[in-house]
């Protein structure tokens, strides 16, 4: 039996704080606020996955193995481990709004947030996630989000999905598709990879971002916005009622302008 629970929800049965139905929106997050409040920016594959009852039997929570490629903002290399609430354990299944799931071979492109790693250590939940295709007669990898929507181009940190400009006006319902959706939609994506935003020119946009910050610091709509890190993922658009601060940590060298774009099987 599968069974879908809010964010909150599901921290609720983990954790025992008090969540609501609004749990199931969250503050939009355009490229410059992704970079500006993660941790790290890593590129890897999902090379192994384990699922199992947490020890109060109260949630499944799922451990994806993940072989870095690349990492911008920190020199982390070799394998991490990823936990994400929700999965499968024989017939019993739990599936959380706003936390994506992967099969092994997935390649991806994670906005990491470490220092709150409850529910999904991804800056945005599932804003923080963009899913890579293989595109092998153009030598390059084709960037979409979460959910297969093709990632068109990026204008001053705005992504154009679908070639749809984000709307960072108002809250960003959650949401959860299956291995199985996901199974479909990546299938159909694969007809729409040619318009993508290869993974070179992305990491290039995401690159030039961390350089800005590195120099200036995170100028962001949520900059000293957050008291509680854990409120980062949850609270509405009325984010202004709470304050604190975000640091930067220590940053990597650039990627070279004179790399080419798709020189790493990008």
Not at 71 to 78: V, Y
Not at 143 to 170: E, M
Not at 191 to 212: D, P, V
Not at 215 to 234: D, I, S, T, V
Request: glycine share 10%; charged share 20%; proline share 5%.
């Amino acid at each position: 039996m599968r069974i879908v629970f809010p964010v909150l929800v599901a921290s609720c049965l983990v954790f025992g704080f008090l969540g609501s139905a609004i749990a199931t929106t969250m503050v939009p997050m355009d490229l410059n606020d992704l970079v500006g409040l993660s941790s790290d920016v890593v590129v890897g594959k999902v090379i192994a996955k384990t699922a199992a009852w947490n020890p109060s039997g109260s949630c499944i929570v799922t451990d994806y193995l993940i072989s870095v490629e690349r990492s911008l903002k920190t020199t982390q290399s070799g394998t991490m481990m990823l936990r994400a609430h929700g999965g499968e354990v024989g017939d019993d299944g739990i599936m959380v709004d706003g936390v994506p799931e992967f099969e092994i071979g997935d390649l991806v492109v994670l906005f990491l947030d470490q220092r709150h790693p409850e529910i999904f250590p991804v800056t945005g939940l599932q804003q923080g996630v963009f899913r890579l295709i293989e595109v092998p007669d153009a030598a390059k990898r084709a960037v979409f989000t979460h959910d297969w929507q093709p990632v068109n181009r990026v204008d001053s940190g705005v992504l154009a999905i679908d070639y749809v400009p984000q709307d960072l006006t108002g809250p960003v319902e959650t949401s959860h598709l299956d291995n199985a959706d996901l199974a479909q939609r990546k299938q159909a994506a694969g007809s729409k990879a040619g318009s993508c935003l290869t993974l070179g020119s992305f990491l290039k946009e995401i690159q030039t971002i961390i350089e800005t910050q590195r120099m200036g610091g995170y100028q962001g709509r949520y900059k000293g916005m957050f008291a509680n890190e854990k409120e980062r993922m949850f609270l509405e658009t009325d984010a202004n009622r709470v304050s604190g601060r975000t640091t930067e940590p220590a940053l990597p060298e650039p990627i070279s302008e004179d790399e080419p774009e798709e020189s790493d099987n990008n």
